[in-house]
């Protein structure tokens, strides 16, 4: 369920109906990705065309739950507001952020992870998020920086206000 309905922007308000369940109805896995390269604005019928063909070798299938995902997530970001994706260990939280990225054309570098477990020192997430404004400053490019684990980390307060 959606906490405010009037908060939902137009694009993603049409994918959702008032009680706040999902309506993107899964006619295929092309199908779907349409929608997502149309939803973030993909224009250039090249690109669409390769996307395309890409989609089709990789591993990955979408469902509508994960494109709606998608979709949201693409709101956030474009809103410059981090993200918090929770979910069972092997559930895609990582393949969705990297489809959302090979749907918007970042390079792989631009999407880095720490695996925050128990051991990681905050001199090591201190180096890594150095290291992430690095690559940021020589591409020219948002980096998208994604804490696995996080939960585990004795260093919360760390990223909260790396976060915030």
């Not at 994706?85 to 970042?106: H, M, N, Q, W």
């Not at 400053?137 to 790396?162: I, K």
């Amino acid at each position: 369920m959606l906490p405010d309905w009037r908060s939902i922007p137009d694009k993603v308000e049409d994918r959702i109906d008032e009680s706040g369940h999902r309506v993107i109805k899964q006619k295929g896995a092309t199908d779907l990705l349409m929608q997502i390269i149309n939803f973030v604005g993909v224009t250039n019928p090249a690109r669409v065309s390769m996307l395309r063909e890409s989609y089709e070798k990789q591993n990955y299938k979408l469902t509508a739950d994960n494109a709606l995902k998608i979709m949201l997530m693409f709101v956030r970001i474009r809103a410059g507001q981090p993200i918090i994706v929770s979910g069972e260990a092997g559930c895609g939280k990582t393949s969705v952020i990297k489809f959302l990225l090979f749907v918007l054309g970042l390079p792989k570098d631009n999407f880095q992870v720490l695996n925050v477990h128990a051991g990681v020192t905050k001199e090591r997430i201190k180096t890594f998020v150095l290291a992430c404004e690095a690559v940021a400053a020589c591409s020219g490019q948002q980096v998208w920086v994604f804490f696995d684990e996080l939960n585990t980390s004795p260093h919360l307060s760390m990223m909260s206000e790396l976060v915030c």
